[in-house]
Structures are given as C-alpha cells and as structure tokens.
C-alpha cells in the first residue's frame, strides 16, 4: 500500500478522489445497477443466493488457505452471475475508471471479521477487471487494525480506513424512522459499493449479515437497536446514498457465529467454511438466518424468536415501503455449489 511523502489535507485527499473517479461519476443510478444484473438464462423474478463451501479451505485451526480462497470465491461468483469465465462476474458488477469500496465488518476483531485472504482475492479481481482505485472501509481505523488489516489513508491504489479519515456528511439522509449522517467514503469516494459482512449471530437484532453491515456505514447506529433493530436497519439500508451504491453482497461465512454476537466468543464459533453471495440482500439475510437458526437448533439452543430477538426487520426491509429484495422462500433460488 503506497503512502504518499507528506499526507495531504482532506479537502486534497477528496478532491483527488473525485478525480480518479470522473470518468464514471455522471453515471445513471439506472446503468450503474444494470451493471450487477446476472445473465438472462437466469430464471426471471429470483433473487439468486449461491452458498460456496470447502471443508479443506483451513491452513491450520484459524488460518485459512489463500489459494482455496481464491478458488472459493470464484465458484460462488461464476455460479451467481452464470459465467464460465472467473473475471467476468466482476466486469458485470463495476466498470474501469470507478473507485469501488469494499465494505469490510471487523466489529468482532480477527476471530469473526471479515478476513483479509477474502478480502485480498476480491482485489486481484477486481484489479484483473480493470479496477485501479480500492478503499477497504469500515467503522473505525481500530477495528480494521485489529481485524489485520494494514491502514493505508493516503497515496493510491489500494487504501485501508475507517471513517474518522474523512468524517460524515453535513445534512442527514433520511428514511422511515431513520436520520443519520452518512460516511463521506461511501457518499463522496466510492462509485461503487461491495458489502462484506459476516455470517454472525447478533444478541439484540438476531443475525447481523448484509443489512445490519451498512450501520458502519453511519454516525449513529447506537440509535437504533430498539425493538430488535426493526424498522431500523431497513430504514437505514434504504437510505438514497446506500441503496444506489451497494451492488454486490459476499458474506464470509469462513468462520461463522451462532450466538454472543455481535462480539467475538469462540466457544460459539463453528468452521462452517463457506460464502455466501447474492444481488439481494433481503434473501441473503434470509438465507443467512436460516443457517445460523439450524445451527443453534442442532447445539440444542432456543430459536431467536422465543429469545425476542427474532430478525424481522428482514421483512420489513422486503415490504412495499423499502422494496430492498424478497424473503419469499418462493422466490429465492437457493444454489449450493
């Protein structure tokens, strides 16, 4: 990661930003989603979530293989977007000349973050697609250093930081009950958005997955774990700036957590060595909270709805009001490969 000679101020950090991404900033909200639609064979009126999982990906007891990684992510990606090739999945999500985001969750510290062999395969992908401007991104420098990922504020390229580097916008983005400052990294830097989270029980909302991860995307998420965060994280994820930028979902389910979540706790940890990807992030979450749900009924624990933790806020955020995906198992194709 490149760091430039004497760090520049925020006004000249954005300002090149904006630069690197001129080309495609005038993009169509319309053609930028168009870019993320997968190929007409596909079954029309589906949310696809494809589940991709190598019980042979681990290195050692927490490590994990790169190259398996990689080839993991491939599967997943050409079985979402129904492509022979590995590189083309990701020309149908971005397009050279934008600067896109990858949306990393490191709440929970290396145990049950989003990890860096993930992260480091989708950037040689997305570099392979023709991609010269990457920001890894999440809440805060801390959590991202304690995940091990390496900060890099400044200079080009591949760049690492939290949202303290260039603040929150002035005037809120509101939606349904929601109101809140939005990051300057998603509003003002980044084209295109990857979400990133990780497969993980959540102690208030049940499941934090897809949804839940855009409350590292804004100043005030401490406002809304009421009532099981319902409506809030589909009010929050339905936010104008959010919604427009956030193309393409992976949920790393590497290591994955079925209950004392958020935080990390091993002794609820399982190898379920797998990812998850999908366009829409309602049927992620569905298909993610079914996932966690079994888990817990196999270890002989209570299900999330007799806990009052039960996550229906994943069915609000499919209502006519948000329109953010489907959790109509009728309507989710659901492809293990």
């Given at each position: 990661m490149l760091k430039q000679p004497s760090p520049p101020t925020r006004r000249s950090f954005l300002k090149q930003t904006f630069m690197l991404g001129s080309t495609f900033a005038t993009l169509k909200t319309s053609d930028a989603r168009a870019l993320a639609l997968p190929s007409a064979s596909l079954e029309a009126g589906l949310s696809h979530v494809v589940i991709a999982r190598d019980a042979k990906i681990r290195s050692a007891e927490t490590g994990f293989d790169s190259a398996l990684v990689a080839r993991l992510l491939d599967r997943a990606m050409q079985a979402a977007f129904d492509c022979d090739s590995p590189l083309e999945p990701w020309k149908r999500v971005v397009r050279?000349?934008?600067?896109?985001?990858?949306?990393?969750?490191?709440?929970?510290?290396?145990?049950?973050?989003?990890?860096?062999?993930?992260?480091?395969?989708?950037?040689?992908?997305?570099?392979?697609?023709?991609?010269?401007?990457?920001?890894?991104?999440?809440?805060?420098?801390?959590?991202?250093?304690?995940?091990?990922?390496?900060?890099?504020?400044?200079?080009?390229?591949?760049?690492?930081?939290?949202?303290?580097?260039?603040?929150?916008?002035?005037?809120?983005?509101?939606?349904?009950?929601?109101?809140?400052?939005?990051?300057?990294?998603?509003?003002?830097?980044?084209?295109?958005?990857?979400?990133?989270?990780?497969?993980?029980?959540?102690?208030?909302?049940?499941?934090?997955?897809?949804?839940?991860?855009?409350?590292?995307?804004?100043?005030?998420?401490?406002?809304?774990?009421?009532?099981?965060?319902?409506?809030?994280?589909?009010?929050?994820?339905?936010?104008?700036?959010?919604?427009?930028k956030v193309r393409l979902h992976i949920c790393d389910g590497l290591n994955a957590q079925y209950e004392g979540g958020p935080s990390f706790m091993p002794q609820w940890m399982w190898p379920y060595s797998g990812l998850l990807v999908s366009r829409d992030p309602v049927a992620l979450d569905y298909v993610g909270w079914k996932i966690i749900e079994k888990k817990r009924a196999e270890v002989g624990m209570k299900p999330f709805h007799e806990l009052k933790r039960e996550p229906l806020y994943i069915a609000t955020a499919a209502d006519a009001e948000h329109r953010l995906g489907t959790c109509d198992p009728r309507r989710i194709k659901q492809v293990e490969v």
């Open positions: 050279p000349g934008e600067v896109v985001g990858l949306k990393v969750n490191c709440l929970g510290g290396r145990g049950n973050a989003t990890r860096p062999e993930l992260v480091e395969a989708i950037t040689e992908r997305l570099r392979q697609a023709g991609i010269t401007e990457i920001v890894i991104w999440d809440r805060q420098n801390s959590d991202l250093e304690r995940a091990h990922f390496k900060l890099a504020e400044h200079g080009s390229g591949l760049r690492c930081f939290g949202n303290e580097a260039l603040g929150f916008e002035d005037d809120l983005s509101t939606f349904g009950k929601a109101g809140s400052l939005v990051c300057r990294t998603l509003t003002q830097v980044c084209d295109a958005v990857i979400n990133l989270p990780v497969l993980k029980d959540h102690g208030i909302a049940g499941v934090t997955l897809a949804l839940k991860s855009m409350f590292g995307a804004i100043h005030n998420p401490n406002k809304y774990h009421t009532d099981a965060c319902n409506p809030y994280v589909a009010d929050v994820f339905a936010m104008a700036p959010i919604r427009q």
